[in-house]
């Protein structure tokens, strides 16, 4: 039902996508016809632009024919960038060498390595200090391509009248540039003060985020310079995943873009993300059909199991994405955020799952009883390390994000009082559970009164105990309460006392008094087994209302209460046998009524 579901879908959204992509080519045909009438791009009151140039005259042309270094890592090396000239040739050998490699061998397993080195290295021409580290090769490549192509199309100065270095130290000191514009290109770079790159001439944040916009105004216009073509291999070659035969034998059609990304490209990302989805959901059915609750350990190592597969999964279909559909821009970046929320999600409760399910395997071992409060410090220690671990993954992946860890940091201190004075009360009863587990008065299974409430405790968690009462009810007290409040571990007692009080009537002679007193020890001493210094006592000691009161008090080396709940049935009803035999009456609870009326005649007469 789920898969037909996806696939129906699927076909809707690539039938939406095919009629916008067929709009969208006639609207670039119609957009293309106009601008071709224009091979100049210049605003009202510039400068005129230079003469066009030969291709060989071009600087582009020029860095591009360079012959390359044999070994590829030297020859994507920055040589400098301590000027705006040594940026540019830089930045153009490093594309050069790029764009080789596209060519002679396109996106294979063995050229990934070395594709991802280049993008590196082109990173470095850029200033990337916004961009998450994730993201930053493939946005500074992204860009360094769109001003590849807006630089072949427009006559440029010759490479002499780029600043160098010693241009730069032989100007006046209130005069040396820190920033520098191109005349006719919208490129501007600039001189990094701060931090590690301090001295270094970087390509400004402002031109790469323009890029792609310039080299929309400019795409019309034929190319004059550079070697080989860049553009639609660095953005439409797939990765060694998917045939670049199979996409080359693609309609037409199929290499119209929406949103930056062509057709092709959305169709495999959506049935990728179709058959991902489809695995996801059989898995999760599977959990729920034979993973009931409570979790078992197998339970849990399949649960564990699953959060992994959905991690992976999550971090797999963003490399897809990444090195082998080869997604750009906007678009690859709401992608990645949400598929990187997922795996983070997935990580982190996998990381907490890990930290119970190895309590649990150590708890099963038969050295620990699993209610015991060794248990449960073994429980509460896992977690606290689980979470430890969890808060380190978080972090890590917020900061390959572009989310600095000290910003989110920052932030918590912002709201941390007013998170504080919230989660006061969390905090604690997390500190009271650490004194509990630490100090010990009680652990799971045993019977303790805390106040009012009395019963078995079930679990001690993070928060609050929880104690069963003898009516079945479960009863949840914080943690705080318990370890500032009175306790009372009545399963811990070394014997169990019994006090009853036994009435006869007020005819009964002193001989059977005595005797009474004489049957209640006997049968005690028989039926009882007194710890050692605790003898049983039974003497009269009460005039009652209504009775003569023998009081009895005994002990019994046993800390069962259903057992000391069945002698003491048994000695009662042993004492009413013999008082039936001996002729010892029980006194009941009488009242006397005296009427003053009768009185007073029976004293007239």
């Known amino acids: ?34 601008d071709t009438k224009s091979q100049d791009v210049q605003a009202p009151g510039e400068d005129p632009l230079p003469e066009r140039k030969s291709e ?101 100065s010759a490479w002499e009248t780029i600043p160098d270095r010693d241009d730069i130290d032989q100007m006046p000191d209130d005069e040396r540039i820190t920033r520098y514009r191109f005349d006719y290109v919208p490129i501007e770079l600039m001189l990094m003060t701060e931090g590690e790159r301090a001295g270094e001439w970087v390509i400004t944040m402002e031109t790469r985020e323009g890029a792609e916009a310039a080299f929309d105004h400019v795409k019309h216009i034929e190319p004059i310079a550079g070697v080989g073509e860049l553009y639609r291999r660095h953005f439409f070659e797939p990765g060694w995943l998917i045939p670049s035969d199979m996409i080359n034998h693609l309609p037409a059609w199929t290499g119209h873009q929406i949103l930056e990304q062509a057709i092709w490209q959305w169709a495999v990302t959506l049935i990728t993300l179709a058959v991902v989805s489809v695995i996801l959901i059989v898995l999760i059915l599977f959990l729920r059909n034979y993973c009931k ?28 994405l990444q ?112 004194i509990l587990l630490m100090e010990r008065p009680f652990r799971e299974g045993e019977r303790i009164r805390i106040g009012d409430d009395m019963g078995t405790v079930e679990t001690i968690g993070l928060r609050s105990t929880s104690i069963r ?40 002679t002193n001989e059977k008094v005595e005797r009474a007193v004489e049957i209640i020890r006997d049968i005690l001493k028989d039926k009882i087994k007194s710890p050692r210094g605790f003898d049983p006592m039974v003497y009269f000691t009460t005039f009652d209302d209504s009775s003569l009161v023998i009081e009895c008090t005994y002990w019994h080396s046993t800390r069962d209460f259903i057992e000391i709940q069945e002698i003491a049935q048994s000695v009662n009803l042993e004492i009413l046998s013999r008082f039936k035999d001996e002729g010892i009456e029980f006194a009941f609870p009488t009242m006397t009524i005296v009427n003053e009326d009768n009185v007073d005649a029976d004293h007239q007469s």
């Open 1 to 34: 039902m789920h898969a037909r579901f996806l696939l129906i879908l699927t076909v809707l959204l690539f039938n939406c996508l095919l009629a916008g992509a067929t709009s969208a080519a006639f609207e670039d045909q119609s957009t293309t016809e106009s």
């Open 469 to 508: 009462t003898r009516a079945g009810n479960l009863v949840l007290l914080p943690n705080d309460s318990v370890a500032h409040g009175r306790i009372e571990n009545i399963s811990r007692r070394p014997h169990i006392r019994k006090e009853m009080k036994i009435g006869v009537v007020y005819s009964t």
């Open 293 to 320: 609750r409570p979790l078992t350990i197998a339970g849990r190592i399949l649960h564990l199991a699953f959060l992994v597969l959905v991690g992976v999964f999550s971090a797999a279909f963003i490399e897809f």
């Open 56 to 156: 060989a005259q071009h600087p582009w042309t020029i860095v591009e024919k360079t012959p390359a270094y044999e070994n590829s890592r030297e020859s994507v090396k920055p040589d400098k960038l301590d000027s705006p000239r040594s940026l540019m040739w830089s930045l153009g050998r490093t594309l050069n060498t790029y764009r080789e490699i596209l060519d002679k061998e396109g996106r294979t397993y063995e050229s990934q390595p070395r594709l991802r080195w280049i993008q590196s290295r082109i990173a470095e021409c850029f200033d990337v200090t916004d961009v998450g580290p994730q993201f930053q090769n493939d946005v500074a490549t992204d860009s360094a391509v769109y001003l590849r192509e807006i630089m072949r199309r427009i006559p440029m």
């Open 323 to 434: 090195m082998h559909v080869f997604l750009s821009g906007s678009v690859l970046e709401i992608f990645t955020f949400f598929f990187s929320g997922i795996m983070l999600l997935a990580f982190v409760l996998g990381l907490l799952n890990l930290g119970v399910l190895i309590a649990e395997i150590i708890i099963a071992s038969p050295r620990i009883n699993p209610r015991s409060l060794d248990a449960a410090l073994i429980r509460v220690g896992a977690r606290t390390i689980s979470i430890f671990l969890a808060a380190i993954v978080f972090f890590k992946i917020l900061g390959q994000l572009g989310l600095s860890p000290n910003t989110v940091l920052a932030g918590a201190g912002v709201t941390g009082l007013a998170v504080a004075l919230g989660a006061q009360g969390t905090l604690k009863n997390f500190i009271a559970s650490i």
